[in-house]
């Protein structure tokens, strides 16, 4: 692991994510660029001192010189935006599988550049959009690509939060801090730290690749260097419309990203308040409520539940599964396999690069005078 | 009344309305431009065959000359769009108060021709934004004018409808017909329909008035005249920004129209589907429900209320209390009284003109390159 | 109208109930035990002076004499249930239809007596159950009905309330006053007064009837000289089991009144404070939420529905369809023609002989070493 | 771990709710009374083979004779009710701190033996009564304890499960071949797999205990051995009354276990289906609802929370916080410190003996002609 020592948020998400269905061992790390912290944190998780480094440089080149049985295989790489690419780079070339938090990047370009270098690697790689670990949020991509719904006209995707709702960053909120900074966040903030994500939630469910978009970027709170609210106009290929809201500043609202989608003849909602629901709307008919565990789900849905139906599943099973489907395709590599489609159904290098796209198009936009922005990568 | 003849949705809704609270008493009407048509409906209602006319313009020419005591005092205009002018102004000149649906008129032109003729005469107006008569919704405009959720930053109003899913103008459903119809609806659609009901619950709620707009307008369905669909970024006078949605192609989905305004220290949320709860949430506390009937609630929301906490009230009660204030304001003028703030809280002339503004500004930008159109009345 | 005067609850509501859909006119009334404030009531209510009477028998006594055409023809009885049996009584012996707040009398005794007399008289009575009101609740009947949720099982109901937690008997609370008053209101508190309707609603949906009962009956708070709170284990003829539960003093709770029944195939959950919708579970497939309003309910629903789904109705529009329903009636034996059955289905004096053996027995029962009661008429 | 080889539901909760914290290391295992069986899960499982056993009695007696450093500290027992007792004293008598499933034992004699062997010697003891490990529900009982409700009078707890409805036990569903066998799940089905969680959870959070019961016990499903079915009236000490409701045959309802509690000032609302919320509901004020996560809780909710609030934690972080707080407790005491009191507060010795006794009591009860049964341990 990179990244991720004491008091980091995600850093303890990936790890929990990791053990949930035992198919990690935590081995080493380099958790903080500050090499001490590195250290006292490698302690408390009980690693081996050898295994604790004190810069991911480090970690590359010793873990590479270790035999193959006993180094690391897959690399977690959570440090804040700005420290991304170099060590998913270094991972990369050094023959290390990479699983990245996002947004994947700090610019498109090195979005762009990353994609070459998984594909010339041939190693596989995972970016942890979480919300698409939900199985609720799996049977709704399924529900839309089976044609239940008719052909997709709209698509609704928000993600309101209430954090930032005034000066953190002014206070020693960690998490604050660097997610308002430019130096380490890159151009956005509200846009890149969760827009990313109510977009990348909107194109898997409907299957849908946004073209252009028109957008309404905001800092509301005083003194912070980045966006903390917006929200875009959307245009998508093949003619559907939709609307993609992310604030930071929706004062009392927690972390509730929900998604709407409606074809010719009914429509889905799914949002993470309740997220072992989803509802069905028909024009004709009563809506449905599909629940997690649920006999009648696709194995898109039942391959990510640990659980019979009643008993919920959260933020973390759903971060498993991103952790899960990626051991699988780890596995069969190694065993020589064919993966199942269900374990191959992560996000990979092909959404963080959409991602770091949005985040560019989304600022580019917030900032014209035209209106419609073509959706450029 | 004007309209609303066998058949017709809202004119039933308003006589209900009127019979709630016992305080108007139906005499006349022509309800229906075909003659018979209206005499028949005028049976069915029981009413006098002799005020029973062919005609609005016959009705108020034969109602002005009973005497005072006998003669109508109220005139409910229910007609398509095309047909709320011209009665208005009859009206309104002719000596009688007026309710009338919303849209207030078929142009902004005609509307701002209605504001003058409603300045001359003095006569008092009432234009059904139904969803401002719900009790919550009360309370909702008076929490944010008390300041409590500190200064407005974000606005969201939303109002998605499936009924026009498909080309139900092609069939024989009324309601679809006119309302898809230009020369009976005017320049808009959905937007016409139920986008002025969603900015003027925007408005109402949050006490702003909308600056600026950029709006994506769609139609939809194959062979419809009108738009079906539509989005639009909002910037409010005093720098608050939103997003209004509205649509009648969301698949499923019933009229749940749903607004949530952010302040600084919080927020609060309210739709129809749950009408009887106001959700507040806060940066600091515990998020707070407040239901219709609850002893802590403002006089604007207890006014509006019929019976104790727990007995659902709905929309027929939220019509009746434009009703009844409209009502308790014309009765205090008779009576030489000043009508109590609570009573003059129904919508008015005001709000038919921003609301026909509305419907110009958004077709235009819908239609414009141009990205943020300015909100010109 | 008898009862009802200034400050009644039910007495208001029954009036709106009344007006909704325009089948009644209020003609006369002897609106309180006092003479005065009778006659107060009827000039707020804007009534011919000469129809506001002294007493409930002048009224009878005086109204028999009026033409036919000119008379009241249905007569609502609205006081405490002290003063049920007796009006009721004198109203079906002059020849006037009645409708009944529940419970329908002072003791069981009475019940049965009246019961006697509505046959004798052949007039009709309509018992103010309201929850039976709902179009939901009549969906949730037909469906068990209908056999599509198989053999009924288990049937819980519920009726939580709060607002008897402190001794309100003791403020100047008319509510409260009669409603813990042995002499006022029979031998039951929460239970005549909330319990009744659950059991009725019970009965009503599941479509059973109650063989036997243990109930467990509790005055919690100091000073109340009647029960504010009991549960039941229930026994249906034919083998299904159920609880009933209903309280005053569950701080906090409203009026939140809600059914449970289940088959072997699939249960369904109806709750006031969603009235709009019922929810069916299914073993096998997902849950449907049904709507007031949805082109596929049963005639009964639709039937006692106004607007199109995604209008709320609420509990005066329940209590209006009891009205209504009643009205139609009255109009069909005038007219010599058979009631729809939907027409047929309000609340009568069956189920007010019902309720009030539910009373004796679960009282009797609440007192009883023994534990299985039968449910004795 | 003893019991929970391939195929067994509960014994795969466990080893999650295990990792989870990362305060466990599986090391060793009887997975099955089959001794192949249990080979082959330890095999799954990657365990070291000469530490996967034929019999739990080898294991204590091999695990015993390994060095202190090496050898199991903790035994999770996850087997049928019939191997409880046994493999649990020999456990503890072998210097095992022990973590045992629920019901504790097949009878209440077992539990009382084993109160003694644990008081004996001194090894802890955690049952797994999942629902408690819940923040909200920690934040309820806080809540209650506090006063903030006043003197509680009133506690409904009910687990309507559907799973059963049919004669499961003739498939090869082996959750229900065992749950229903009096052999192996002992005096109670229903009573027994559900209502000792509904039984401890009302106790839990009341911070009451019951004192006497009159419970109706029902086998619906034609053919089956056990109880499918229950429900009881409950009085606790200090003058409280309840319901407890519990039932495996409520066609259509997955696992809901709803919890609420009643007193003089105000009520609480928990149930599993909306886990991270915690509904509060007073007289005088708005029902406020508090979320997992949110600042404003109390140690015992926080300590129990890995996420910021809006981030769902489920049903097997609550199985993790006892898991987590067991563990606390035992390297508190390794370390010859004091336990936190939010460690301590895990169901143990006292709660299983309680809950055996439920069982007898209710089933008693069920069988009585008596209506109140002593609530005798």
Redesign the interface.
């Known amino acids: 692991m990179i990244g991720g020592g004491t008091g980091a948020?995600i850093g303890?998400?990936h790890?929990?994510a990791a053990?949930?269905?035992?198919q990690y061992e935590l081995v080493c790390g380099a958790f903080s660029s500050n090499a001490e912290n590195s250290r006292a944190s490698g302690t408390l998780?009980?690693l081996n001192p050898e295994r604790v480094y004190n810069s991911y440089r480090e970690l590359f080149e010793k873990e590479k010189q270790l035999p193959e049985e006993e180094r690391a295989q897959v690399i977690s790489i959570v440090t804040p935006n700005h420290v991304h690419f170099e060590p998913a780079r270094l991972a990369l070339e050094s023959g290390f599988h990479v699983i990245l938090d996002k947004p994947m990047t700090f610019s498109l370009d090195e979005a762009k550049e990353l994609g070459k270098i998984v594909a010339e690697t041939g190693m596989l790689f995972c970016l942890t959009h979480t919300y698409t670990g939900y199985p609720m949020v799996k049977e709704a991509r399924q529900i839309v690509a089976s044609g239940r719904?008719?052909k997709i006209?709209?698509v609704?995707v928000e993600y309101p939060?209430?954090?930032l709702?005034?000066f953190e960053e002014g206070t020693d909120n960690k998490q604050a801090s660097w997610r308002t900074d430019p130096a380490r966040s890159g151009i956005a903030g509200a846009m890149g730290d969760i827009g990313t994500h109510a977009f990348n939630l909107a194109e898997y469910v409907s299957g849908l690749q946004v073209s252009q978009l028109?957008a309404?970027i905001?800092t509301?709170v005083e003194g912070r260097k980045l966006d903390d609210?917006g929200?875009a106009?959307l245009?998508f290929k093949g003619g559907a419309?939709g609307?993609l809201?992310s604030?930071q500043?929706?004062?009392?609202?927690?972390?509730?990203v929900k998604v709407?989608v409606?074809?010719?003849?009914?429509?889905l909602e799914w949002q993470?308040?309740?997220?072992?629901s989803l509802q069905?709307?028909?024009?004709?008919?009563?809506?449905?409520?599909?629940?997690t565990?649920?006999?009648?789900l696709s194995s898109f849905a039942s391959h990510n539940t640990?659980?019979?139906?009643?008993?919920?599943?959260?933020?973390?099973?759903a971060f498993a599964n991103l952790y899960r489907n990626f051991a699988l395709c780890i596995k069969a590599r190694k065993d020589g396999k064919d993966p199942e489609p269900e374990w191959l159904d992560f996000p990979g290098i092909e959404e963080g690069i959409r991602g770091m796209a949005f985040i560019e198009n989304v600022v580019a936009s917030g900032k014209?005078?035209?209106?419609?922005f073509d959706f450029i990568i």
């Not at 565990?293 to 009648?296: K, P, S, V």
């Not at 014209?368 to 419609?372: I, M, N, P, Q, T």
């Open positions: 948020f303890a998400v790890r929990i053990r949930i269905d035992d998780l009980g719904l008719g006209r709209k609704f939060q209430g954090w709702s005034s028109c309404d905001n509301v609210d929200a106009l245009k419309s609307v809201m604030t500043v929706a004062a009392g609202e927690e972390n509730n709407r409606y074809g010719e003849k009914g429509g993470q308040s309740d997220a072992n069905l709307k028909w024009t004709d008919r009563p809506a449905e409520i599909l629940r565990g649920g006999g009648y640990r659980t019979p139906a009643g008993h919920p599943e959260g933020y973390l099973e014209s005078e035209k209106k419609w």
